[in-house]
């Protein structure tokens, strides 16, 4: 065999091209595959907001498959991504997040998780965003235990939004008054 034949060259060119092809196509398909994923487990990432007819901010949230409402917002202004938990008193916020958006870690207290007694610390987020709500001097905690990567939007927050759940949606509506 002579590595200077022209057709051995073209041949292994051309199965080069095959693999390279074939390399490409798995990366395409594993992008596209990673944006399904993470669309089915967070529907709400850009949620739209609107404005119904009694002057009220309206964002109709998707159930993911796991029936959870998931979406994203701020806390003051650094991106959050919050699952809606009616059993949390308090907006619980990782100790990371905490730190990225200048929270301040108040009394400590302990509380009933469902991983236990925790430690946690009282805060208070200056301006949480879900969409176009806004809200205002939101109680919270800081649970140095919690995963990294979700806040749990609970009642301190959920309080000053009407809801409303059919099916698999969930209507948020705020008054846009804040509350005091």
């Given at each position: 065999?002579?590595?200077?034949?022209?057709?051995?060259?073209?041949?292994?060119?051309?199965?080069?091209?095959?693999?390279?092809g074939?390399?490409?196509?798995?990366?395409?398909?594993?992008?596209?595959?990673?944006?399904?994923?993470?669309g089915?487990?967070?529907?709400?990432?850009?949620?739209?907001?609107?404005?119904?007819?009694?002057?009220?901010?309206?964002?109709?949230?998707?159930?993911?498959?796991?029936?959870?409402?998931?979406?994203?917002?701020?806390?003051?202004?650094?991106p959050?991504?919050?699952i809606?938990?009616?059993?949390?008193?308090?907006?619980?916020?990782?100790?990371?997040?905490?730190?990225?958006?200048?929270l301040?870690?108040?009394?400590?207290?302990?509380?009933?998780?469902?991983?236990?007694?925790v430690?946690?610390?009282?805060?208070?987020?200056?301006?949480?965003?879900?969409?176009?709500?806004?809200?205002?001097?939101?109680?919270?905690?800081?649970?140095?235990?919690?995963?990294?990567?979700?806040?749990?939007?609970?009642?301190?927050?959920?309080?000053?939004?009407?809801?409303?759940?059919?099916?698999?949606?969930?209507?948020?509506?705020?008054?846009?008054?804040?509350e005091?």
């Amino acid at each position: 065999m002579n590595d200077n034949d022209p057709h051995n060259s073209s041949k292994r060119m051309g199965q080069g091209m095959i693999a390279a092809g074939f390399v490409l196509g798995l990366a395409l398909l594993t992008m596209i595959f990673d944006g399904v994923l993470e669309g089915a487990r967070n529907p709400n990432s850009e949620p739209a907001t609107s404005i119904n007819a009694l002057g009220q901010v309206e964002i109709v949230l998707e159930s993911n498959r796991q029936g959870q409402y998931v979406m994203t917002g701020t806390i003051n202004a650094v991106p959050a991504e919050f699952i809606l938990d009616t059993g949390a008193t308090d907006v619980v916020i990782p100790p990371g997040l905490a730190r990225a958006s200048g929270l301040e870690y108040g009394y400590e207290s302990q509380a009933m998780t469902a991983n236990g007694l925790v430690s946690m610390y009282s805060t208070t987020i200056d301006e949480l965003t879900l969409g176009g709500i806004t809200l205002y001097n939101v109680r919270a905690s800081i649970n140095p235990s919690m995963h990294e990567s979700m806040v749990l939007l609970g009642m301190s927050a959920l309080r000053q939004i009407e809801f409303n759940q059919r099916g698999s949606q969930l209507t948020l509506r705020h008054h846009g008054l804040p509350e005091q």
